[in-house]
RNA sequence: GGUCCAGUAACUCAGUGGUAGAGUAUCUGCCUUUUAAGUAGAGAGUCGAUGGUUCGAGUCCAUCCUGGAUCACCA
């Protein structure tokens, strides 16, 4: 490629020879580690008193050679402590290993801890050992602490260049792996909120024949051996009800879904979802869930309830608001949808420029009048409830409405972060839906449902009336560690190849 | 897909038509208490790509590539 980084690999090769012609394997089998770096950070001076001897396995992240003497910065993944190594310590021969280190490589140190002239807490080295030599040196990050506050210099911020080489994002910016650290935790905290309720996790198929559960265009694949067509699941929903029909009451999943349209700030190509679903609960049920889960989440993983997000302050404390759908419309516009006509809903439409689909019913302008006047207004926490039938092909409808589903989702700053359902259960209620989907897909919508007979012979050995529940996982932990970008959330976001 | 912004050394960036630069990193010399930073020197770039305008293009124009923001589409 360039001559430059060839020339700094060339070196790099050039001394890996030389440490091998001296007889040393830059790539042991073997390394000892006696403690990790945080355990020496507190009691120092006992760690000093003691003058017990440790071992310690990290990477290099800095050098600061001193003709016969020379300093360093081990890291681990607990922590960074200043290595000190001097040639009338280790002696000449292990003096010329630590003379063939460089940013990048792991190493052992052993020795033990001390304060340096400058009071900087260090190990002074007894013995370096090389762990894992590097080859390709490390963009030069440097940083210094000023008033408790950490100043980085030539940080590696290229945002192309961090998502693609990930791994070096993680080493280099430490606030990006804790991203990833909090995310680990908002996983384990969603488990161990849904075990304190009893909920089992499952697995279901991502390969499916036939895919549903959501309006999206799916990713298809094919099977060799059974010469058949298969899709990636774009939900979790219709496998997870029919472990309800087989028994179970109470399930979730958290798994990939595999949606093939665009890419921006809030979508993934594959994402991350939680599905649950709990019999003899309805709407009310998940609604209470989801504000306890969010609650749970922010208090016991990230320890506080105001949140900045999308340039906005979320705060999820007190009670969530609560309002319909045709309710906010008619707040935000004056518009009054309450009683389905078409022709109003429709000229409303019109005067406002909105595109109206084909096979669009009164239900789905009501909710593009939604989604144009209200929906980026929604900053705190808010459940919009009793969604339009038409648009709700797997929700129960109203018994005093049956133009509405007792559906909500939860939007905040604008964005969905929950979708919930009284879940339909009636096998015939259920097949006419599909049918009325079946029929927008016949129109040119390619993201109607298909009929799925399967799913429907399930429901008629019947179904417990239940709550359903959809949790985008990636945009609840962007707002849980204040990230604008999906792609910040997820370790190896999708990129053009290049 | 539309619009806007960006792409120059490994990293961070400067360079508004006239010999491609800085700091860091790297390499070499000296150096036994440094901590973004000892010190002296050196090497390092197809300026995202292609074409054009011009005596002359990193710079101006066109097209394309990649990324970001935004709108559209979309949960």
């Known amino acids: 490629m360039d001559s430059n980084i060839s020339q700094l690999l060339k070196l790099r090769r050039e001394k ?24 020496f950070m507190t009691d120092k001076e006992t760690w000093i008193s003691s003058e017990k001897p440790i071992s310690v396995c990290g ?121 990833f650290v909090l995310r680990s935790n908002i996983m384990k905290g969603i488990r161990k909120f849904l075990e304190s309720r009893d909920y089992i996790e499952v697995e279901t198929p991502i390969l499916q024949p036939l895919y549903g559960g959501a309006n999206a265009r799916p990713f298809t694949t094919h099977h060799n051996t059974l010469d058949t067509d298969l899709y990636l699941r774009i939900a979790l929903e219709l496998y997870l009800k029919r472990l309800i029909v087989g028994g179970f009451e ?34 009310n049920g998940m609604m209470e869930l989801t504000e306890s889960l969010i609650k749970f ?20 404390a007190g009670d969530w608001k609560k309002a319909s759908m045709i309710d906010l419309i008619k707040e935000h516009t004056g518009f009054d949808a309450t009683d389905f006509d078409i022709d109003k809903i429709t000229a409303m439409c019109k005067q406002h420029k909105i595109e109206i689909p084909k096979g669009a019913g009164a239900g789905k302008m009501i909710s593009l009048l939604f989604e144009t006047f209200v929906e980026d207004q929604l900053i705190q926490p808010t459940f919009v409830t009793d969604f339009p039938k038409e648009i709700s092909p797997l929700a129960k409808a109203k018994p005093d409405n049956p133009n509405l589903t007792d559906r909500f989702e939860l939007l905040i700053a604008g964005n969905e972060f929950a979708n919930a359902f009284s879940e339909l259960n009636d096998p015939l209620d259920q097949r006419a839906r599909f049918e009325a989907q079946a029929k927008l897909k016949e129109l040119g919508d390619e993201e109607a449902n298909v009929v799925d007979e399967d799913f429907l012979e399930a429901l008629e050995y019947g179904m417990p009336p239940m709550g359903g529940l959809g949790i985008g996982i990636d945009r609840l932990i962007m707002l849980l560690t204040e990230n604008d970008s999906i792609k910040e959330v997820i370790l190896f976001p999708q990129m053009k190849p290049e």
Not at 22 to 37: D, E, M, V
Not at 145 to 158: C, L, M
Not at 309 to 314: D, E, L, M, R, S
């Open 16 to 39: 890996l020879s030389k440490i091998i012609e001296n007889g040393i394997n830059p790539y042991p089998i073997n390394s000892q580690r006696s403690h990790y770096i945080n355990e």
């Open 59 to 179: 990477r290099l992240v800095a050098m600061r050679r001193q003709g016969k003497l020379g300093f360093g910065n081990i890291e681990d993944i607990s922590g960074k402590i200043q290595i000190y190594v001097a040639q009338n310590i280790t002696g000449e021969d292990n003096y010329e290993v630590f003379k063939l280190c460089d940013t990048g490589d792991f190493v052992q140190v052993e020795g033990t801890l001390f304060f340096t002239q400058a009071g900087e807490y260090s190990i002074k080295v007894a013995k370096i050992t090389l762990l894992s030599k590097n080859l390709r040196p490390l963009p030069a990050v440097k940083e210094k602490t000023v008033d408790g506050k950490v100043i980085r210099y030539d940080e590696f911020a290229d945002i192309e260049l961090r998502y693609r080489k990930r791994y070096l994002d993680l080493l280099l910016n430490p606030n990006h792996r804790q991203v």
């Open 250 to 283: 109470r399930v979730f999943e958290l798994g990939k879904n595999f949606r093939n349209e665009g890419m921006d700030r809030t979508h993934n190509p594959e994402f991350t979802m939680l599905e649950l679903y709990e019999a003899f609960t309805d709407l």
């Open 297 to 316: 989440l922010a208090k016991e993983v990230i320890g506080k309830d105001t949140f900045t997000f999308q340039g906005k302050q979320v705060t999820i």
